[in-house]
């Protein structure tokens, strides 16, 4: 495997954004109203990571639901007004985006109205400026690699350069599709006691749970230590 990073691809829900734990909450309370009852463990393994259309066919195909068409409309205006009160930015990633000195960019599965608005509330925009890529511009998303690669040719830098920190199984299958290199992250609160299906498919990759720790962890697993 090339240890030399050349790139960074961030995840934004739940890497970026502490978003999973709000967006897990109000799913499962908008499916109750539907009388489908499920618990965050539920939502961790199989829509994590996914984008709403992905989570829809789930949806019908797991638990043989047909979500109503006003469902998303709906679930994404709780979910707007629920950022407005509790969204932040991930425990230190801002001073680690202030210090990076590789170039980064971001690849979600979210869409990008969401995304922008998701950054503007976190106060995390002002990183992100050209460099937002998600699930819209491509034919399939995550856990395909399209997103990933398309990341990396936007951004003029070979897949076996990139380094990519996801969080979700959908979000590391992807990454490791498109031949990139790849950080588990679990510091988001969505993880926190919980096991993630990662760990079980994916033993092998590196865990970083705290962003002040990203420096050691490279170097431990010998990547090169000079992006700060």
Known sequence: MNK????????????????????????IEKLRELG???DI????RHFLGYSFTSVREKVLGNLGVDLPKEFEAEYRAVLLERFRRELQATHGVKALLSALKL??????????????????????????????????????GKPAPDLFLYAAKKMGVPPSECLVIEDSLAGVTAAVSAGM???????????????????EIFPQQPVLKHWKDLVELLSANGWSTQII
Do not use: M, W
Request: charge should be negative.
């Open 4 to 27: 030399n990073i050349k790139l960074i691809i961030f995840d934004c829900d739940g890497v970026l954004i502490d978003s999973e734990i709000i967006s897990a909450t109000v799913l």
């Open 36 to 38: 489908v009852d499920i």
């Open 41 to 44: 463990q539920y939502v961790q």
């Open 103 to 140: 170039e980064f960019c971001l690849a979600t599965s979210s869409g990008h109205e969401r995304t922008r608005e998701a950054l503007r509330i976190s106060g995390l925009a002002e990183f992100f400026t050209a460099n937002v890529f998600t699930a819209d511009e491509v034919k399939q």
């Open 181 to 199: 290199q790849v950080i588990h992250y679990t510091g988001g609160l969505h993880i926190s006691g919980s096991i993630s299906p990662v760990l």
